[in-house]
């Protein structure tokens, strides 16, 4: 579906796979017969057009805008602060619409599922999920009141007599009721047309492809008969990701849809009858009633099966994806195969002619590769049985995320036993994701037949599983003993559940589980979040200064109306080309040939573009040459095509033939580059105190080292750049989605050998970027501007997020090693370190981020005797670049690494070696910088207060105590996070402001919108220096037309720097004005606006800011680079299922000194947004390639970052109150960066968990945990008799598949 032809852009494009929910909209069918209308939400990027037909689609447009009126959803979304970037918001919008269409009173339940498909990068998703629970049932409130209070009667308490703490960041009262009676009606039109028209089949034919949707069986058996190779699109879920990413192509597609035999729904004696084509949110719902209505017995397979439509996909994938779709693609990662063959589903097949049944199980009984159905055949139903008297069902999956992630390994497992006892009659049990499909453990099940369910069977049962579900080392991607250890502990999840069952059968002669197995039985669930957030209110401020109030961000409303314009939204300008890249396929080689000819002859194709096209500097990968001889990774931008559409482009890109000579050596991990003295030069080191010294004389050291992974930016737009050559004086406007408009001018500028005045940048706002949109930015929009230099037409480039993830790199991966000594009351004395950062394969940023690394890496800590070390190491990876925190979320990790490590070897607790070695009293950081400890500890105390740290720690104890499979963890971690860039001219700043005679604002300044409210808060800042209202200034866009070479908007500096330009640009003008203010003190601003033009006052003004005073010696070790601190705390809870690896994020509690804020509410959202992107770097988000270095994580289908299900149950967040900071505009502080690293408390309160584990199982000696600390990694670390089956059991072959990164 394509919104750019008809102008509707606010359903945003995101991954193209289904994978991110920015496209959801809501379809509506009617049904003649019932005459019920079906509301349903879908993702619009595997929406084929020709499915549509009869069919109603509402867009974000269609719920609401502001020149209609804007929706309640909408509105409360913005109000309650629930967009940042905004690129994820109408797609939020449009899940919680369809929820609401369908319930208007929806549990919170049932509306935490339906963003399940929606991800957000920027705001830690509870600000949305605020704004959702104002539609639900139950209270909005933290519904804490059983630990005797809640956040609605906190605030009073809060008050002291100095300060007023505040927890509303919106007011409930503002918002207008939700009336469903306003609601869009369905199209009376289609109705009629529903009614009227007689189904008749439909053929539309398209350029490559013909679509038939036929309406009766019989028709479509002759189809299939006359097409074998066609596939049946239903949800088109399987098949789209294939055609568009695979680049499998259909000449035909068949619809089966329309067909009712492929929808039927009947119930039978003996169980149920599904129609193939019924979407899983039907066959969900169907289940659901099913076990409400049968008795327990008779419904365990259908609990089974429920179990898995739970988590499968997000709602817009259930929504459309077909029951006979997930069966027939018979992918690994079916969630419903094994549980269905497992459980004796019976197939209703057809063909011209034929009809038969065989049971699902038939068509894995061989394994791999023996498909029993024909390419005539389609699946007309499936039946579900009842289960019966003595027969326990049960599913299982695994995921790298709970929910919208398909499994690294499920399972469906049955047995019945003979009547009233336990000796297994018949056994049944099937894996996914093992191998390329669902596998049986037929073997097993028949060995086991005439056992008694008891340990000896499970143990034979475990070794026989091992032998006979062989996993080969290469095969169907990687972790090969953790899928093992999986098959073996889902086999004794369902022992222990099956015990239970028993047990329940017969108390007298079945002992069931021990009590403290039993928790393991449960999975974890998600829940709403409560959430509470406190910051300080100035109750003696004027009501109409906007400072320190949580005021909605400015484009907020837009956001959520999809009203908000980014670069792919702007209007084609005529003639416009589109661009597509041609990017390496090789890590490290020469071009002996790039062969365009059957690209260049591609429809629509108008130009290619090489290194030879560039007039002037050709500044990619630094190198002068007219051509591109050598590639130093995959992903590097060989030529690129242009063309009249995107689809040609691309089309014709792929078609692009290079010839390579491959080169070696292939550097790709760290520990090659060192092994090769590969290296970026210079090497830095920091020193303070005498290490070597220091070292004779403590009691105890330890050496180690922790390996982190890097980070995909992930930001929702990918990178977009709009380059329109104006035809005259060479000048050329580019619009593009970068954090740093005026390098992108130079680039651009010296690509094209013309002055900079003639490359104007434009910059209206950014849909996130972290760091992710700078040097990279600047090349493609070089390429970009190349291109439209040469064809002197509009060229549009888009990446898409597959070529986003393999070009443009991401957080440096890195490698920490260090060696600790100190005495045995816990008080560090020395510390070596060194660290090497992963930076691809050209230096870009990587200097300066191993430079912060060290700056940062003391973390709170004082250390008397420190050194450390960091290296760049030059590999053939795609460049990484910078990314939110720039190094410190790195090298700190390890250092609460080392922290660890000392209070297990003194066998204190972390939290006293933090305590102990914590910055105190005025002191001086390893590079000589004086700092003023007194917030850190403050936060610190807070934190351990709010959090009741103590007593959680012992609730932990003692649930770990009375568990045995789950256990939970606690950490707290301190942070001191140091601001500036390290020098004075990176931290200038300028503003223009235009007072234009009606009294209206026109604000400008250097810094960019990308979803951290820079622009509201500048508006604030005005605002308040003006006394006027902030509805009478505008900000329009940022341009290196209005402010020349601003700096890059990084490292939490835009606020503080572009604050004090505006407020600079406003103070000269307010001192205009103040004559003619004098005179006529009673006027009006408008009065004095039109004297003061009258008088002939300049009434518009520039502001200046030189920047902060800093610097840093790298020769000496010594320097100033940072202005001032920020100070935070974090205290985790978590809880762990050891069989599985998986965990739950039970609660957070975060105090953080950020001074006096602007605006709570931005400066809460960016604490947890980045606290949250924290959970991701430290837990989940895994990057892999493939031994010959190409990014194998290229989607959200691979890459997950966090989705709603993994942020904290209970989420508090409170700014540390009476905090001044001398330093920044109006005693604030950056805040952008310091909460990702937070995000560690997590990490460390896993590491707890997993230390719990090992000392209840004895198992004393040291144990290191990288990050990110993944289910696979907890579950290896929870060492037990399974995991230790692997180690003794066959290892296969093992190629390796993909490196982790
Ligand atoms: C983002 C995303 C997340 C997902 N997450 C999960 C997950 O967690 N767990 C999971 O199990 N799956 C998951 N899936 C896969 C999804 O469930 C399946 O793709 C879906 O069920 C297939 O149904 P469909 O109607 O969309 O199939 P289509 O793509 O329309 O067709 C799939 C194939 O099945 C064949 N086919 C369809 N119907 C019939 C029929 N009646 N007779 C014969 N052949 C037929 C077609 O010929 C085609 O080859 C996910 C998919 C996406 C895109
Ligand atoms: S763009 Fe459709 S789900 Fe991501
Ligand atoms: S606001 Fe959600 S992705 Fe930016």
């Not at 002619?353 to 065989?358: E, L, V």
């Not at 049971?359 to 029993?372: E, K, R």
Request: with cysteine; net charge neutral.
């Amino acid at each position: 579906m394509t919104a750019f032809s008809v102008r509707l852009t606010g359903t945003k494009y995101g991954c193209g796979g289904g994978g991110c929910g920015a496209c959801t909209v809501m379809i509506s069918t009617y049904e003649p017969t019932s005459k019920k209308i079906r509301h349903y939400s879908a993702n619009a990027c595997l929406l084929p057009i020709c499915s549509l037909y009869g069919a109603a689609v509402t867009t974000v447009e269609g719920v609401g805008s502001t020149k209609t009126r804007i929706h309640p959803v909408q509105e409360r979304l913005a109000k309650c602060h629930g967009s940042q970037c905004g690129f994820c918001s109408p797609g939020m919008v449009m899940s919680i619409y369809t929820l609401l269409r369908n319930n208007p009173e929806p549990t919170s339940e049932q509306m935490i599922a339906a963003l399940a498909g929606n991800l957000c990068r920027c705001t830690g998703y509870r600000p949305i999920l605020d704004a959702c629970k104002t539609f639900c049932k139950e209270s909005v409130c933290c519904q804490r009141k059983a630990n005797g209070k809640c956040c609605l009667d906190q605030e009073g308490d809060l008050i002291d007599k100095e300060e007023k703490i505040s927890t509303r960041l919106f007011s409930t009262d503002e918002f207008q009721p939700l009336d469903p009676t306003q609601e869009l009606i369905f199209p009376p039109e289609l109705m009629r047309m529903a009614e009227n028209q007689p189904k008749r089949t439909l053929v539309f034919c398209g350029e490559r492809m013909t679509w038939i949707s036929p309406v009766s069986l019989d028709e479509l058996l002759d189809l299939k008969a006359a097409h074998p190779k066609a596939p049946l699109v239903v949800g088109n879920t399987s098949v789209g990701p294939e055609m568009k990413f695979r680049g499998v192509f259909h000449p035909i597609v068949i619809a089966p849809a329309r067909i009712l035999d492929l929808n039927v729904v009947t119930h039978m004696d003996d169980g149920l009858t599904l129609g193939a084509a019924c979407s899983l949110s039907l066959v969900k719902d169907i289940l659901t009633n099913a076990i409400s209505e049968f008795p327990e017995e008779k419904t365990k397979v259908f609990c089974a099966v429920l179990q898995q439509l739970r988590t499968l996909g997000g709602e817009q994938i259930r929504n459309v994806a077909s029951l006979g779709g997930n069966i027939i693609s018979r992918k690994s990662t079916s969630d419903l195969n094994p549980v269905l063959a497992a459980s004796n589903c019976v197939l209703n097949l057809a063909s011209k002619g034929r009809k038969r049944q065989i049971p699902l199980s038939d068509i894995f009984a061989d394994g791999v590769g023996n498909n029993t159905i024909t390419s005539e055949e389609i699946l007309v139903s499936v039946h579900i049985p009842h289960s019966r008297k003595g027969e326990y069902v049960s599913a299982f999956r695994q995921a790298p995320r709970r929910e919208n992630a398909l499994p690294i390994t499920n399972a469906g497992m049955r047995v019945l036993f003979e009547d009233g006892t336990d000796i297994i009659k018949d056994l049944s049990i099937f894996y996914g994701g093992a191998i390329s499909t669902t596998i049986c453990a037929k073997q097993t099940c028949w060995t086991l037949i005439g056992r008694h369910w008891n340990e000896q069977m499970l143990d034979e049962a475990c070794r026989l599983l091992l032998q006979e579900i062989a996993l080969p080392g290469s095969a169907s991607g990687e972790k090969v003993d953790y899928k093992k250890t999986l098959i073996v502990s889902f086999f004794y999840r369902f022992f222990l559940e099956v015990l239970q069952s028993l047990k329940k059968m017969d108390p007298c002669h079945y002992p069931g589980v021990p009590m403290e197995y039993r928790s393991v039985l449960q999975d974890f669930q998600t829940k709403m979040p409560q959430s509470i957030q406190i910051y300080q209110a100035n109750p003696s401020q004027s009501p109409q200064d906007p400072v320190g109030r949580p005021i909605m961000h400015q484009s907020g409303i837009m956001h959520a109306t999809g009203e908000a314009v980014y670069v792919d939204d702007l209007p084609s300008v005529d003639g416009e080309l589109f661009l597509a890249v041609v990017t390496s396929s090789r890590a490290h080689a020469k071009i002996v040939s790039i062969d365009t000819s059957e690209a260049l002859q591609g429809p629509g194709v108008f130009d290619i573009i090489t290194a030879h096209d560039v007039p002037a500097t050709n500044e990619f990968y630094y190198s002068d040459d007219p051509e591109i001889i050598f590639v130093i990774c995959v992903g590097q931008i060989v030529c690129a095509v242009v063309a009249d559409s995107d689809v040609h482009a691309k089309q014709a890109a792929a078609k692009v033939k290079i010839e390579y000579e491959v080169l070696e050596p292939v550097i790709l991990t760290i520990e090659e580059a060192i092994k090769h003295n590969s290296f970026f030069e210079p090497k830095r080191k920091l020193e303070q105190g005498n290490v070597d010294q220091a070292f004779e004389t403590v009691d105890n050291i330890i050496e180690g080292e922790i390996h982190i992974g890097g980070q995909e930016h992930f930001y929702m737009e990918t990178q977009s750049v709009l380059a329109v050559p104006k035809g005259e004086d060479k000048e050329m406007d580019v619009y593009v989605s970068t954090q740093h408009p005026a390098i992108i001018q130079e680039m651009v500028a010296a690509s094209l050998g013309v002055p900079a005045n003639r490359i104007m940048c434009h910059v209206k706002r950014v849909g996130g970027a972290f760091g992710g949109k700078l040097l990279k930015t600047g090349l493609l929009a070089s390429v970009a501007a190349v291109a439209a230099n040469k064809t002197s037409r509009a060229v549009r480039l888009i990446l898409s997020r597959g070529d986003d993830m393999l070009i443009t790199g991401g957080r440096h991966p890195f490698i920490g090693k260090y060696k600790v000594g100190f005495m045995n009351d816990g008080r560090i004395r020395a510390v070596d370190t060194k660290y090497y950062i992963n930076a691809g394969c050209t230096p870009d940023e990587s200097i300066l981020v191993a430079e912060v690394s060290l700056l940062k890496m003391d973390n709170a800590y004082k250390i008397p005797n420190l050194r450390c070390w960091a290296c760049a190491c030059k590999t053939n990876l795609p460049s990484n670049a910078a990314f939110r925190g720039f190094g410190f979320p790195q090298s700190a990790l390890v250092t609460e690494t080392w922290i660890t490590g000392v209070a297990d070897k003194t066998g204190l607790s972390p939290e006293k070696i933090r305590e102990i070695n914590m910055y105190k009293e005025n002191a001086q950081t390893h590079f000589k910088q004086k700092l003023d400890p007194q917030n850190l500890i403050r936060c610190w105390n807070e934190c351990m207060e709010k959090s009741a740290y103590y007593s959680r720690k012992t609730a932990v104890i003692e649930f770990n105590k009375q568990n045995y499979w789950k256990k939970k963890g606690i950490a707290i971690v301190p942070m001191k996070f140091p601001f500036g860039l390290g020098t004075r001219y990176l931290s200038q700043a300028a503003a223009l402001v235009h007072i234009y005679t009606d009294g209206s604002v026109l604000l400008t300044h250097g810094g960019i919108e990308m979803g951290q409210g820079i622009h509201t808060k500048m508006i604030q800042v005005a605002s308040r220096e003006l006394n006027i209202p902030m509805s009478r200034i505008h900000f329009c866009e940022t341009s290196t037309r209005t402010v020349p070479n601003a700096c890059a908007s990084v490292g939490s500096a835009g606020t503080d720097v572009n604050g004090m330009a505006v407020k600079d640009a406003c103070q000269t003008l307010l001192k205009r004005l103040q004559p003619i203010i004098n005179k006529n003190p009673k006027g009006t601003w408008n009065d004095w606006i039109k004297e003061a033009f009258e008088q002939s006052v300049s009434l518009s003004a520039t502001g200046y800011f030189r920047g902060y005073d800093e610097n840093m010696d790298w020769e000496k070790g010594e320097g100033q680079p940072f202005t001032y601190f920020l100070y935070g705390a974090a205290c985790s809870e978590v809880e762990i299922n050891c069989l599985t690896g998986d965990h739950k994020n039970l609660r957070t509690d975060i105090v953080m000194d950020i001074g006096c804020s602007i605006n709570p509410a931005v400066d809460i959202g960016q604490i947890e947004g980045a606290f949250v992107q924290g959970i991701g770097l430290y837990t989940m988000e895994e990057l892999k390639y493939s031994p010959e270095g190409v990014l194998c994580t290229r989607g959200p289908d691979q890459y997950k970052i966090p989705a709603v299900c993994d942020i904290p149950e209970q989420f508090s967040v409170s700014l540390l109150s009476s905090s001044q900071n001398p330093y920044a505009i109006y005693a604030s502080k950056g805040i952008g960066e310091a909460g990702l690293f937070l995000g560690c408390s997590v990490f460390f309160a896993l590491r707890d968990a997993v230390t719990s584990v090992r000392n209840e199982r004895g198992l004393k000696n040291t144990f290191s945990l990288n990050s990110p600390l993944t289910a696979e990694q907890i579950r290896a670390s929870c060492a037990d008799d399974f995991t230790e089956m692997m180690t003794n059991s066959e290892s296969a072959s093992s190629t390796p598949w993909v490196i982790s990164m």
